[in-house]
């Protein structure tokens, strides 16, 4: 800011520079289009390696040839990838999560796929607020063989039913996961609330309330999920409140604090009965909540109120949670207030098959004595008849909120017993059962059968590859059309289209890439396998300045048929040398050479010998060639307008991605300039920031010459600028470089000396 002076002295004013800097842009950023058999589809997605590319978009496939290139491009050097899964016929895989029957939640995998048949879905109610949140554990698994690996869980905990939480399971769960999308039904379509019940916070039972210290005086909570609150239930003087007053205390500070919907209830108890809080919302609605929470003075640990002190916390929205995977117990809070024993009986443990629930499966049917007591005594009795069956030992059972038991059966099938996909168990204590609500050990998402809490599976499909140019001359360059910045791209699948199909997406690919300052790696078609025939398949093609062909494909060894070799197209591998090249030597270095060793090539597609080289190179079709203790490595750089016949400037791949370089950085590094004054001073700007830029490239060795004023020009003033294009509100800028062209051609001449002259 210009300093005003006020007093005698020195000021110190800083100034700006004026000077921009512009900095290179990526040059090996690759958009691979093609069909995957999971991951989203026709939504550009990036991934930075093949572990990454494997887990979001099912890695290699038999069905097409987009996981070998992203896979080659990675082993060849490449660093960043840009996918868009294009297929036909596919299917997302579904569940409903049903409560009394009627679904509460549906789940659906995050993209269509086969894939999805195989993530699982656990619910629990282990959760701060047991009696009102609920975890949702998600895990993919893979089979290897027959048997099912877990590969990727989610956990996703303290979820709630109510749409206005901050923790509704829509809103965590569809933000945070990579492997399930959840929704529910509105609420006009969830189950009906019963009569007359409301969201609560009941305390813990006491034999009598305690009495209130003088520091114990205050309650906080949050009414209805948005409505925070707080109680001054003091002074009632040094002693504090006594328990017969605690209840009109409550009362009269809701009132004196103006809470509107707020109920209050208590009992100081009695030898015939226990004491309790219940704090009650009066909303209907699925909102309707108590939360108990803390603060300075609290009463709340005292009055064992709020689910952190041992209290319970009923939201209304609770009652619409999805059913606890595994065997529940119905609520035995009425045991454990007062302590309460469970009556002596005997106690009946059986395994139930889910497929046939109403036939027990033989595997365990076990009586044993029960003599009475606190409900622990059951868990006990319960866990140790099934520790001493060796096909039962990994059942387990947990006490869960402290009010009822979970059951969950062991993974694994009993040794020797009926196959059952899941095991679910029975508890009774004489004719009373305990675990009444039988449910599946897992949800299984797409696949799962009809039984428990789960309903209407609709399973997902992998689809197969398109052979509709449109969806990827349309659709699927659209999605790459979001794409901020990419620089090589690849499309395998047009080698197993028809020719006709193949060149519709090719001349698509060329044109947006021309639009978008990129570079198309073309493929040519498996059919092309001699030099006359790939000479008959580039012909018919457009010769295009941002494009090059390589000649043949190449073979991989593929894990999906046991490392056998697998001709798959080349432009994934090509664009990982592309990128390897880039970042050892530069964009202006061609890719080519001994140096661009092709990796992981078991063999080519065919064997060039020199002349067949020759006789493909002047018609710009670049060869992939194998040399005794080198390998197979790219022997060729000239575009698609590359033909002698053509003698065009920009007849090689560096000269062309350098341009296009040099293009995408000064357009991204010049956007400040809009809207600035259109004279010298802007002038002046502009060839110091471009100049730069431009002498750093020729630092590099990015062009010839031996000085700057050889290598580069950068204009920009009244000769580029006249009057008329300043009135139109337009600044030229003029940009010249001195492009290295490859050495293509090393020709050394020898001469034999016939002898030596004296002087």
């Known amino acids: 800011m210009p300093v005003t002076p006020t007093y005698p002295g020195v000021y110190v004013e800083e100034l700006p520079s004026g000077v921009h800097t512009i900095v290179g842009v990526s040059t090996s950023t690759t958009a691979f289009i093609g069909y995957a058999p999971s991951g989203p589809i026709l939504e550009a997605t990036s991934v930075e390696n093949f572990t990454e590319y ?4 099912g890695g290699l496939s038999l069905d097409g040839d987009l996981g070998h290139a992203v896979q080659q491009f990675f082993l060849n050097g490449g660093s960043e990838a840009v996918i868009v899964r294009v297929t036909t016929g596919s299917a997302t895989a579904s569940i409903s999560l049903a409560l009394g029957g009627a679904p509460v939640l549906v789940v659906s995998a995050a993209s269509a796929g086969d894939f999805g048949n195989l993530v699982r879905l656990d619910v629990d109610y282990r959760t701060r607020r047991p009696d009102s949140l609920f975890n949702l554990t998600v895990t993919r698994y893979e089979r290897r063989g027959l048997v099912l690996n877990a590969v990727v869980t989610e956990n996703h905990v303290n979820l709630s039913m109510c749409s206005s939480s901050p923790a509704f399971v829509e809103d965590v769960v569809n933000s945070a996961s990579k492997l399930v999308r959840v929704s529910r039904p509105p609420a006009a379509s969830m189950p009906a609330f019963a009569p007359g019940t409301t969201g609560t916070a009941q305390s813990g039972l006491h034999t009598t309330l305690p009495v209130l210290a003088p520091n114990q005086t205050t309650l906080y909570g949050v009414l209805d999920g948005v409505r925070p609150f707080t109680l001054n239930l003091g002074p009632f003087g040094t002693s504090g409140i006594p328990a017969a007053d605690i209840a009109f205390a409550i009362t009269n500070a809701i009132t004196s604090a103006g809470i509107t919907g707020l109920g209050a209830a208590a009992s100081p108890g009695s030898s015939a009965s226990g004491g309790y809080v219940l704090l009650s919302s009066a909303s209907t ?4 909540s108590v939360e108990v929470t803390s603060g300075p003075n609290d009463a709340a640990r005292a009055l064992k109120l709020g689910a952190q002190n041992g209290g319970r916390e009923f939201d209304l929205a609770g009652e619409w949670r999805p059913e606890e995977t595994g065997a529940t117990s119905a609520d035995l809070q009425a045991f454990l207030d007062a302590g309460t024993p469970i009556p002596a009986a005997s106690v009946t443990l059986a395994v139930i098959d889910e497929t046939n629930p109403a036939a027990p499966v033989s595997v365990l049917s076990k009586t044993g004595a029960f003599a009475g007591g606190p409900i622990a005594n059951l868990l006990t009795l ?4 099934l520790a001493a069956d060796p096909d039962l030992a990994g059942i387990s059972v947990e006490l869960v909120g402290g009010s009822h038991l979970r ?3 062991s993974p694994a099938e009993p040794a020797g017993k009926p196959a059952a996909a899941n095991l679910t168990l029975s508890v009774k ?14 949800y299984w998402l797409g696949v799962g059968p009809q039984f428990g809490g789960q309903t209407a599976a609709s399973p997902g499909a992998d689809g ?4 509709q140019a449109t969806d990827y001359a349309g659709a699927a360059i659209d999605a790459l059309r979001k794409v901020d910045l990419f620089n090589l791209l690849s499309i395998p699948d047009t080698t197993a289209m028809t020719d006709t199909s193949a060149r519709a997406v090719i001349a698509a690919a060329q044109a947006f890439c021309q639009e978008r300052r990129a570079f198309f790696l073309v493929d040519p078609s498996p059919k092309a396998r001699s030099v006359s025939e790939i000479e008959t398949w580039v012909s018919a093609l457009d010769s295009n300045k941002n494009s090059a062909v390589f000649f043949p494909r190449i073979a991989v060894a593929d894990p999906l048929r046991g490392m056998r070799v697998r001709e798959v197209p080349a432009s994934g591998a090509l664009a990982g040398v592309f990128a390897r090249t880039d970042t050892e ?26 002349g067949e ?5 002047p018609l710009g079709i670049n060869c992939l060639r194998s040399f005794p203790f080198i390998g197979s490595v790219v022997w060729g750089t000239r575009t698609l307008e590359g033909s002698d016949a053509l003698a065009s400037e920009w007849k090689y791949v560096p000269v062309r991605r350098t341009a296009l370089f040099i293009e995408e950085s000064l357009f991204r590094g010049t956007k400040w300039v809009v809207f600035e004054p259109n004279d010298e001073p802007l002038w002046s700007q502009i060839r110091v920031a471009v100049g730069s830029f431009m002498n750093s490239l020729f630092r590099q060795g990015a062009f010839q010459g031996k000085t700057p004023r050889e290598a580069y020009l950068v204009k920009c003033d009244a000769e580029t600028t006249t009057q008329d294009d300043i009135d139109r509100g337009i600044v030229n800028i003029l940009v010249g470089f001195a492009p290295l062209k490859p050495a293509e051609f090393v020709i050394l001449q020898i001469k034999q000396l016939a002898g030596q002259l004296s002087a």
């Open 407 to 409: 059951a969950l059966p």
């Open 285 to 288: 609605t699925e909102d309707s």
């Open 585 to 610: 030597r530069g964009v202006w270095k061609a890719p080519a050479g001994t140096s661009a060793v092709v990796r992981g090539v078991q063999a080519l597609g065919a064997q060039l010998t020199d």
């Open 613 to 617: 080289n020759g006789q493909l190179n």
């Open 382 to 385: 319960v866990r140790s008849a």
């Open 429 to 442: 204590v004489g004719a009373t059962e305990l675990l009444p609500n039988q449910n599946v050990r897992q």
């Open 54 to 57: 494997t887990a979001i978009f």
């Open 464 to 467: 197969s590859p398109s052979q």
